[in-house]
C-alpha cells in the first residue's frame, strides 16, 4: 500500500489516500475515479508530502507555528474521522464478500442471486470491467479490514 497527499484543483482541499501502487493511482487518476471527498471535484493531484521522520521524544516543541500545525493536524484528524464514519454508516447494511465481489456482483447483475449490499476486493481490471459492462460499483474512500483479520 502507498498513501498520497492529493489536492483538488477546484478548492485546494488537501487529503490522503490509500493506493495498491503508484500504478494504481495512475490508473484511477486517468479513467477519472478520483475525487475530492470535501468538495466533489474530480481534478484532483498530487499535493507535496512532507517527509515522514519521527521526533526524538527528548526534543521540545517549537513555539513558532505549533499551534497553527496543530491546529492543521486537528482539522485533518476531524476529517478523517468523519469519513471513516460516513464509510462505516454506508456499511452497515453491507455484506462482506471478500474477492468473491466481482462474481456477486455479476451474479446479482444477471438476476442469478438476490441484489443486496456487498462489499469486497477486486483488482483496478476487474472493477474497469465491471464498470464498462454496466454494473454499478463505487470505490470506497478508506480501506476495510475484512472481518476475518479483526481482533
Avoid at 501502487?21 to 495512475?26: L, V
Avoid at 484528524?77 to 468523519?82: H, I, N, R
Avoid at 454494473?135 to 476495510?144: F, G, K
Wanted: glycine share 8%.
Amino acid at each position: 500500500m502507498i498513501v498520497f497527499d492529493l489536492k483538488c484543483a477546484a478548492q485546494g482541499h488537501v487529503f490522503e489516500a490509500w493506493f495498491a501502487s503508484s500504478a494504481a493511482y495512475e490508473d484511477q487518476k486517468s479513467r477519472g475515479l478520483l475525487a475530492c471527498p470535501i468538495c466533489a471535484d474530480t481534478d484532483v493531484g498530487k499535493a507535496a508530502m512532507a517527509v515522514g521522520v519521527p521526533r526524538k521524544g527528548n526534543s521540545a516543541t517549537a513555539a513558532s507555528g505549533s499551534a497553527a500545525s496543530n491546529n492543521d493536524d486537528d482539522k485533518a484528524k476531524f476529517m478523517l474521522s468523519a469519513l471513516a464514519a460516513a464509510q462505516a454508516k454506508l456499511l452497515e447494511g453491507s455484506r462482506w464478500v471478500g474477492r468473491d465481489f466481482d462474481s456477486q456482483a455479476r451474479a446479482m447483475d444477471a438476476g442469478e442471486i438476490e441484489r443486496t449490499t456487498i462489499h469486497g476486493d477486486v483488482t483496478a481490471v476487474e472493477a474497469k470491467a465491471l464498470i464498462d459492462d454496466g454494473i454499478a460499483v463505487t470505490p470506497l474512500p478508506l480501506p476495510v479490514v475484512p472481518p476475518e483479520k479483526r481482533n
